[in-house]
């Protein structure tokens, strides 16, 4: 029954790939991978495989790649995405080997797969659970983690109807899981998983921190940012650019007291900038497209508005409004700023928090983020706030940029969030390759 589906959906991607470009790639992507792993396997190498649905899973396994990388040189590493989101940005990733699509999971191509490479460790990141594949892996003996997962008792493994097709069976192939929480853990010894699993947080928090103390200096923001109070507005979607756009124009000459400059000692901050009278604004757009950044700039007419692409040493020093309009940058930007918004949250789901409270930044978000751990976690910890609308937006921005007390707590509990959620990575890495 399960292969059965996953035929139906091959079918489905193949229709769709007609008139959608994102199926298209997933089509094609999958059609070439085995071109890839008969051109690229080493025929003597050994392989330790991680497999991640998309990017987000990614950046959650990365940490792990990179210390077997520098600790175990002896392997190779061949990475397989899911998603194109995923393969499409990391294809390139000199991280790794090989990169690959993993091909979909039916018996047949699960034989081509296992008859070019043959892993002697694999590494599932957070979910995807392959029926054929994790079957396969058992029968060839090797070793099957999963790393960062976290399971919600509404998942099929763990319903009356997890038992049909013996869907249920497939986590009885993994050696150990690596779960971000004790209700993780909870669940699965409900199944009769008690021995093999250990709550180790989210090797996530570990990638931030690496982010963090391997970003570089931004010359040109650090110039736009210097002695201003600034805030940075990340991943944003229109209905977050229409509370934080209002506010940043009727907020722009804002009175700092003395109480303020004293709560910007307590920002972890590369530059430590000294707020002054005059706020300005960063703004990450989660869609660089024409239309949108032409949207956002009317929206701030007016206003000296910069795209990053056309700045320059002279011109980005008297800019009101720098506009990041490429990717990669964001990360590194948030030590700018001293108050944030991470976008999303009126609709898609929020984007990264992490990467933002890092820095020991309060940071903003809209209400769709109740399937986001790290979002509740920050929120009861009081270094998150969740807004509906503009109102609470402008109380609670005015609140964090006038009260030092308020802003302090918030980036304190947001720094220390952070750093009691990470050693993830070195508890897995120790357990799974001893010395």
Same mark, same amino acid.
């Given at each position: 029954?399960?292969?059965?589906?996953?035929?139906?959906?091959?079918?489905?991607?193949?229709?769709?790939?007609?008139?959608?470009?994102? #199926?298209?790639?997933?089509?094609?992507?999958?059609?070439?991978?085995?071109?890839?792993?008969?051109?690229?396997?080493?025929?003597?190498?050994?392989?330790?495989?991680?497999?991640?649905?998309?990017?987000?899973?990614?950046?959650?396994?990365?940490?792990?790649?990179?210390?077997?990388?520098?600790?175990? !040189?002896?392997?190779?590493?061949?990475? @397989?995405?899911?998603?194109?989101?995923?393969?499409?940005?990391?294809?390139?990733?000199?991280? #790794?080997?090989?990169?690959?699509?993993?091909?979909?999971?039916?018996?047949?191509?699960?034989?081509?797969?296992?008859?070019?490479?043959? !892993?002697?460790?694999?590494?599932?990141?957070?979910?995807?659970?392959?029926? &054929?594949?994790?079957? #396969?892996?058992?029968?060839?003996?090797?070793?099957?983690?999963?790393?960062?997962?976290?399971?919600?008792?509404?998942?099929?493994?763990?319903?009356?109807?997890?038992?049909?097709?013996?869907?249920?069976?497939?986590?009885?192939?993994?050696?150990?899981?690596?779960?971000?929480?004790?209700?993780?853990?909870?669940?699965?010894?409900?199944?009769?998983?008690?021995?093999?699993?250990?709550?180790?947080?989210? @090797?996530?928090?570990?990638?931030? =921190?690496?982010?963090?103390?391997?970003?570089?200096?931004? !010359?040109?923001?650090?110039?736009?940012?210097?002695?201003?109070?600034?805030?940075?507005?990340?991943?944003?979607?229109?209905?977050?650019?229409?509370?934080?756009?209002?506010?940043?124009?009727?907020?722009?000459?804002?009175?700092?007291?003395?109480?303020?400059?004293?709560?910007?000692?307590?920002?972890?901050?590369?530059?430590?900038?000294?707020?002054?009278?005059?706020?300005?604004?960063?703004?990450?757009?989660?869609?660089?497209?024409?239309?949108?950044?032409?949207?956002?700039?009317?929206?701030?007419?007016?206003?000296?508005?910069?795209?990053?692409?056309?700045?320059?040493?002279?011109?980005?020093?008297?800019?009101?409004?720098?506009?990041?309009?490429?990717?990669?940058?964001?990360?590194?930007?948030?030590?700018?700023?001293?108050?944030?918004?991470?976008?999303?949250?009126?609709?898609?789901?929020?984007?990264?928090?992490?990467?933002?409270?890092?820095?020991?930044?309060?940071?903003?978000?809209?209400?769709?983020?109740?399937?986001?751990?790290?979002?509740?976690?920050?929120?009861?910890?009081?270094?998150?706030?969740?807004?509906?609308?503009?109102?609470?937006?402008?109380?609670?921005?005015?609140?964090?940029?006038?009260?030092?007390?308020?802003?302090?707590?918030?980036?304190?509990?947001?720094?220390?969030?952070?750093?009691? &959620?990470?050693?993830? @990575?070195?508890? =897995?890495?120790?357990?799974?390759?001893?010395?």
């Amino acid at each position: 029954m399960y292969s059965f589906a996953i035929y139906i959906y091959m079918l489905a991607v193949g229709i769709a790939a007609l008139f959608n470009k994102r #199926a298209r790639k997933l089509a094609i992507g999958h059609q070439y991978a085995f071109l890839r792993l008969k051109r690229l396997v080493e025929k003597d190498a050994r392989y330790i495989w991680f497999h991640a649905a998309s990017l987000g899973e990614f950046e959650q396994g990365r940490p792990l790649m990179e210390r077997l990388r520098r600790e175990h !040189p002896e392997y190779k590493i061949l990475l @397989t995405f899911f998603s194109p989101s995923g393969y499409e940005v990391r294809k390139d990733w000199d991280g #790794a080997d090989i990169v690959c699509y993993l091909p979909l999971d039916t018996p047949t191509n699960v034989r081509i797969f296992f008859h070019y490479v043959k !892993p002697e460790i694999l590494f599932l990141i957070k979910y995807e659970f392959w029926h &054929n594949y994790l079957k #396969a892996c058992r029968r060839r003996g090797i070793p099957v983690y999963s790393v960062s997962s976290i399971f919600r008792p509404n998942q099929i493994f763990f319903r009356w109807y997890g038992r049909l097709g013996g869907y249920r069976s497939v986590l009885n192939c993994i050696t150990h899981f690596y779960v971000q929480n004790q209700q993780s853990k909870d669940l699965l010894a409900t199944i009769g998983h008690t021995d093999n699993v250990t709550v180790v947080g989210d @090797t996530r928090f570990d990638r931030v =921190i690496d982010i963090r103390n391997a970003a570089k200096p931004l !010359p040109l923001v650090e110039k736009f940012a210097k002695g201003y109070t600034v805030f940075v507005a990340g991943s944003s979607w229109p209905p977050d650019e229409a509370l934080f756009i209002p506010w940043f124009k009727s907020s722009r000459v804002l009175e700092v007291s003395s109480e303020q400059a004293r709560a910007q000692e307590f920002k972890s901050s590369a530059l430590n900038p000294q707020p002054s009278a005059l706020n300005r604004l960063i703004i990450a757009p989660h869609q660089i497209g024409e239309d949108h950044l032409h949207a956002i700039e009317q929206a701030l007419d007016g206003y000296h508005v910069l795209r990053y692409s056309a700045a320059t040493e002279e011109n980005v020093a008297t800019a009101d409004v720098l506009i990041i309009d490429c990717f990669g940058l964001l990360s590194s930007i948030y030590r700018y700023g001293q108050l944030a918004m991470v976008g999303g949250g009126f609709g898609v789901g929020i984007h990264n928090i992490p990467e933002c409270a890092v820095y020991g930044i309060p940071v903003i978000i809209g209400p769709n983020n109740k399937n986001f751990r790290e979002a509740r976690y920050l929120l009861d910890a009081g270094a998150c706030f969740e807004v509906h609308d503009a109102k609470e937006f402008n109380g609670i921005a005015n609140h964090l940029l006038t009260d030092a007390d308020a802003y302090r707590r918030a980036a304190d509990a947001a720094r220390s969030y952070i750093a009691d &959620n990470s050693g993830a @990575t070195d508890i =897995i890495y120790s357990k799974t390759f001893p010395q």
